[in-house]
């Protein structure tokens, strides 16, 4: 196999472990000098590969991408844009290739979520008719935990553990000031469609240290005169409780609880604000104090509380997609295989593209409970192992000492390109 | 000196460390068996003292006690309760004596903020004026960082590392996706009258990692054209920007930006959303793309991210209570005396209470850069110190086992008494 580059590049909203697939990824082509050439990355995603805005990384020193491992965000810039059908986006798709094939491209690793996968195998596919392959590997990331096939997405147990322990946190708190201040404290996580990151929140409640939490999800509509009751009955028992809501809630009118009325780059409404408008209602339902979080960024940023297991698993998908490309693979995933839950122990599988491309994996309805403001003993069973162990990020001077990369650009071959 | 019982009650909202000082309170008066008896705590503070409810703590072991250090929240319950002078709340203030002397109290450990520090003060008199002497020792603690003499107020630092590390954090996620997305995310933090908290968000950025940052105080008037244009004038150079602002910003009108007009005991406003009022005036004056959160009670309950420089400070202030009080001292304070900065060095110092109570500490106005918009180097000085150092809780299936002390009642002696 003759030496030929890699290109790499992030896709959609970042996570605190996205680096670290891209850690896995360029140490692994490091290692295999005679079949990768250099790892190009592309700046801000898929529009650096269009706009031939290449990054060299092997101008960074091995200090540099061992730090990505402990980095959050996406180090050499993410892009919220889509491509459509070969027919719709054909000049875009066919620019891929004559930027791949410019750079000495052979390799293509795309660390998204559904998206980017469906992108990647039309990559994939384009190549191969033309007689120019390609080998494409798509990198599974997403805190939305909604790829199919794969055990869970690599970024989400570490929103899962932020949202967990902080949910904890601030119930402990409303505890304390319950008895004359703030009965009810309400935090608003991410979840459009699912409700993945909400149910995290159960967790913050265990045999050891129970706590009343309330959960709204996006599969459940929100039944304003039950969550009251709820609401009421937990706080008249415990004198307090906390309200995890997803932002994607929906009334019965099918209309998100709370709609910004803006939509972003996708087409997706962009929503926030469900957490004061969940606050008012239990004002002036039950007149009871109240507190309001929005997690926001904070939760998909959160190096500094990050699963060590969802660590470790974005390390090994970026290492895997290469040993794939090495193996000849072209139009897979590597998947995460639970082999069992308690303990948590799991290998690496593979998926084809075909399979994950446009396939949302959605929350079982077994997962939450009959009345449907908790989790079940089987989603407990699924979220656990996710959240397990601490990864902790070297500091400096009190704070996380992230690491920013020169990010230095490869000289360009071709014609502008506008998109 | 006669052995005598000693009560401890936590005050006003709680933080990451206060139940640290709690720690240093019981851990010293244990070591003390010959002068203090048991330590009483107030079941949700001062409340807990009107109303004869009384815990236990001598029924908590050593494990429970110690584990303390590393839990956040209030464990016995605080309150937000305001005794006034003597004249108007002379009632109250004679039913504290009655409790204390049917339960043979001779010491007074109060842990809050300046009004608890009034509170004390006038207990000791009475107490004294009464020829029924009460040892009363104020704790200092309060994330607002407002009380005076002491360097700092325990508290503080863990809130400023969360914040600071949170600003860090959602900087990065901002400047990967600002090329097609986010380019503005504004975070919500806490501070009615003082720009402490907001202040260190300046620190998310340094020398070795440069950051854009916006700091919104309550003591500079917003001015949204000059707001707008640093803003613009960030963007245009860095891609981004983050903005921090505080719950008090007031507009020109001197009128907080978001007010919801509902008030706490204490008759202070009580404020939330101001994120998205700045949010909005991004949107409409720039046009640019926008995320905002509300840190809330998550940025007071961080006990996973504390300031290991505060959980020691918060210790000391409860250990050395007690020293005091062993001292025969009465009225007083312990405080934190900086010796130096780089290298922070501390010594324990202590001030009378009439000094503390109701004065105010505000941040200096040279710590607030010419532009009104960020931290100076005189202030970067201060708050640096204060979040050095991590000490992590230890973990149990991937949650901080933070404990929940049984709080056994003492029986009670007295009539009722209702507040």
Redesign the interface.
Known sequence: MAQKNAFYA?SG??S?VINASACGVIETARGHAGTFGKVLAGR??I?GALTEDLIDTSQESTAAIAALRH?????F?????KLKSLEESRREYERLLEVFQAHDIGYFFYNGGGDSADTCLKVSQLAGSLGAPIQAIHVPKTVDNDLPITDNCPGFGSVA?YI???V???S???????????KV?V?EVMGRHAGWIAAAGG??S?K??ELPIVILFPEVTFDQERFLAKVDSLVKKHGFCSVVVSEGVKGPDSKFLADQGSK??FGHAQL??V??VVSGIVRDGLGLKY????????Q??????A?KTDVEQAYAVGKTAVELALAGRNSVMPTIVRESSYPYRWSMGEAHLSEVANVEKKMPRDFISPDGFGITATCREYL?PL????D?PP????????V?LKNEPVEKKLPEFTI
Chains 1, 2 share one sequence.
């Open positions: 992030q909203g970042v605190a801000n995603g529009i980095t959050p965000s996406g180090a810039g993410s892009c919220r844009y553990k967990a322990v902080s904890r946190e601030a402990f708190d409303v505890r304390s000031m319950a008895a004359t201040s703030t404290f935090l967790l913050a265990d050891a240290t972003d780059a926030g604000g957490a004061p507190h309001w979080g929005v997690a926001d960024y904070l998909r940023a959160a190096r500094h509380i699963s656990t959240i397990q162990g601490e902790y500091y400096k001077d009190g704070l996380p000492d992230y920013t």
